[in-house]
């Protein structure tokens, strides 16, 4: 024992020493490590979480481009489909009507020619009417004058050649 | 100048002596407490500062203590330990380091005759009463953590064989060599620690006598790296010893 003596070792200060450890022991595990050590494996859980989760979402972006694409092709295709109907009818309703606006000139013209021609026959009917009328007013003003045998020559001469 | 194996006392609590070098091992303490628990009390999800080197360390250790253990669990139960072996250690072998090692201190008459000074600064790890200290916890943790993973007849047999069994007397011997080896344990983590810090506080004091300036220079970065690796050592004995305590004796 002389010995541990002569080497400084004294039996207060090495207890003094090992409690002084133990309680660093003791505090730290207690408010240090446990903690810490949770806290970090909290962090990894929550970081391997974070990037599983990018990596879904960026498959998932992913995959709706490619529906995207494939739909904003469908709509043009569609789109294309409707101008086309729209281009056909538009054609189909103009020769129609083309058609149609001769017929109706036709129908019109040829209403046209009847009116005239009935207008025609008409003031020709009028007309003959009215000169015969003329005829005999100045036929029975000419006989209403006294004729004379020379006069009826004359107009016999005149009219009848 | 003047060199002592034993730490200078510098006043004394009662019947509690007070040296140097248990004071450093108070404010060691007092400081890790205070720089570590400050971190922890709320780590923040980003680490900045000294979290992050808190992180680091810890984090090294812990890989460290999982590489020998092999085994999630079993890590966590022996990291606490191995961790502060470590900054405790590791911080008490720099603190000696510090200016003012051997030269700042009371004034003080020896025997003989001579002026000398007591330093306050002294690393605890320079005082065999904390090596041995240490030591003894270490191995009595490594005594209890075999017997708590294996069961006390178990463990007993890890040093106590019968001679009557294969190898016949051979395997007794080996037992028996075991158990003295156990006490051997003791005794070499207690002087090796010992050893190099003081023999390393002695030199930097020689030399700073010899040449005050620059000489002493290269021999303090070799201190720094000797208190590393010391702190290193003795935590990962600690923790083979811990590991090789749990396994089942082979026979």
């Keep these: 024992m002389e010995v541990l003596a002569k080497l400084g070792i004294d039996g207060k200060l090495l207890l003094a020493q090992a409690v002084n450890f133990a309680v660093l022991f003791w505090v730290l595990r207690r408010f240090a490590y446990k903690p810490m050590l949770d806290f970090l ?10 990037l599983k989760d990018a990596e879904a979402a960026k498959e998932k972006l992913g995959a709706m481009e490619v529906k995207e694409k494939a739909v904003l092709v469908d709509a043009r295709k569609e789109a294309q489909a409707i101008i086309a109907l729209a281009e056909a009818s538009a054609k189909k309703r103009d020769v ?15 209403d046209a020619q009847v009116k005239i021609t009935e207008e025609h026959n008409k003031a020709l009917t009028q007309a003959k009417a009215e000169i015969g009328e003329l005829v005999v007013l100045s036929v029975e003003k000419i006989l209403r004058e006294k004729i004379d045998v020379a006069k009826d020559k004359e107009l016999i001469e005149k009219y009848l050649p | 100048m003047e060199i002592s194996i034993a730490a200078e006392k510098l006043f004394s609590i009662g019947a509690l002596p007070i040296t140097n070098a248990f004071l450093i091992g108070l404010v060691v303490s007092a400081l890790l407490i205070f720089f570590i628990t400050r971190v922890t ?17 810890f984090e090294a250790l812990l890989n460290l203590v999982e590489s020998v253990t092999q085994d999630k669990k079993q890590a966590r139960q ?17 603190v000696g380091l510090l200016p003012g090692l051997g030269t700042v201190g009371l004034s ?14 002294r690393s605890t790890s320079a005082d065999l009463n904390f090596t041995l ?3 003894l916890i270490t191995v009595i943790t490594v005594q209890f953590t075999g017997i708590a993973a294996l069961g006390i007849l178990k463990y007993g047999q890890k040093f106590f064989i019968s001679p009557f069994h294969k190898p016949y007397g051979i395997g007794t011997a ?14 070499s983590f207690t002087f090796r620690l010992f050893g190099n810090v003081f023999a390393g506080e002695v030199l930097l004091t020689v030399m700073l006598h010899l040449v005050p300036y620059f000489l002493p220079l290269p021999f303090m970065f070799l201190e720094v790296f000797v208190g590393f690796i010391q702190a290193v050592v ?4 600690t923790l083979v010893f811990l590991k090789m305590a749990t396994l089942a004796p082979e026979h």
């Design chain 1, 41 to 50: 494996e909290k962090r990894t859980v929550r970081i391997e979480q974070g």
């Design chain 1, 96 to 110: 129609e009507r083309g058609a149609e606006t001769e017929a109706k000139m036709k129908r019109l013209l040829a």
């Design chain 2, 41 to 57: 009390k709320r780590p923040s999800l980003v680490p900045h500062g000294l979290q992050n080197v808190i992180e680091i360390i």
């Design chain 2, 78 to 94: 022996f990291f606490p330990l191995i961790a502060t072996i470590f900054l405790f250690v590791l911080t008490a072998n720099w």
């Design chain 2, 108 to 121: 003080h008459v020896n025997e003989a005759g001579h002026a000398t000074i007591i330093p306050f600064l």
């Design chain 2, 133 to 135: 200290a240490l030591s």
């Design chain 2, 174 to 187: 080996v037992g028996i060599l075991e158990l003295v080896s156990e006490l051997g344990k003791i005794i």
């Design chain 2, 234 to 237: 003795f935590a990962m004995l």
